[in-house]
C-alpha cells in the first residue's frame, strides 16, 4: 500500500544509450547530483524498462541498436513515454554518416525532444516534468478502471 503511494506519485525513467559519445548521459548523469537532485521532483531512475514510465534515449539508434530498443520499448509499461535526448537521438548528429538508423523517432514514437550537444541537465529535467503529468494521468487512469 504503502509503494503504490509513492508509485503513484512518482516519475520512474530508464536510460538508454544507443550508440552515442555519452556526453548526454554525462549531463542525465548530473541530474542526480546534490546541484539538481531530480529525486527532489519524484524522479527516479531504473535499470529496468519495465519499471519505467519514461525511456530516456541517448545517442543515434545505431544499427545493432534498433530491434533492441524496439524491445525495450515493447517492455516498457503504458504509457510508454519516450524522451529524445540530445541531437544524436534526434536526428544522428555527427554520426548520421555512420552504421546508424538516424534519430530515436525512426524506430519508436517519441513524445518529447532536447535538442543540444549535450542538452543541460535543466533542460533534461523540464522535458522529463513536461512529459510527466501525461504519465501519470495514465498511469491512475489505469489503477481506477483496475479497481472498478
Known amino acids: 500500500m504503502i509503494k503504490e503511494f509513492f508509485r503513484k506519485r512518482s516519475i520512474h525513467v530508464c ?9 548526454c548521459d554525462i549531463e542525465i548523469v548530473s541530474c542526480l547530483a546534490p546541484r539538481y537532485d531530480i529525486e ?32 525495450i520499448y515493447e517492455k516498457t509499461p ?33 513524445d518529447a525532444k532536447i535538442p543540444g550537444c549535450p542538452p543541460r541537465p535543466s533542460e533534461i529535467i523540464e522535458a522529463v516534468l513536461k512529459v510527466a503529468p501525461k504519465a501519470i494521468a495514465m498511469r491512475e487512469k489505469k489503477l481506477k478502471n483496475k479497481d472498478e
Open 15 to 23: 536510460v538508454v544509450n544507443t550508440g552515442g559519445c555519452n556526453g
Open 40 to 71: 527532489q521532483y519524484g524522479i527516479y531512475v531504473h535499470n529496468n524498462p519495465r519499471e519505467a514510465d519514461v525511456l530516456l534515449i541517448t545517442g543515434p539508434v545505431t544499427l545493432q541498436w534498433a530491434e533492441r530498443l524496439k524491445e
Open 78 to 110: 503504458e504509457p510508454k513515454v519516450v524522451v529524445a535526448v540530445g541531437a544524436c537521438a534526434l536526428s544522428g548528429g555527427i554520426f548520421k554518416e555512420g552504421h546508424v538508423v538516424g534519430g530515436v523517432h525512426k524506430v519508436i514514437p517519441v
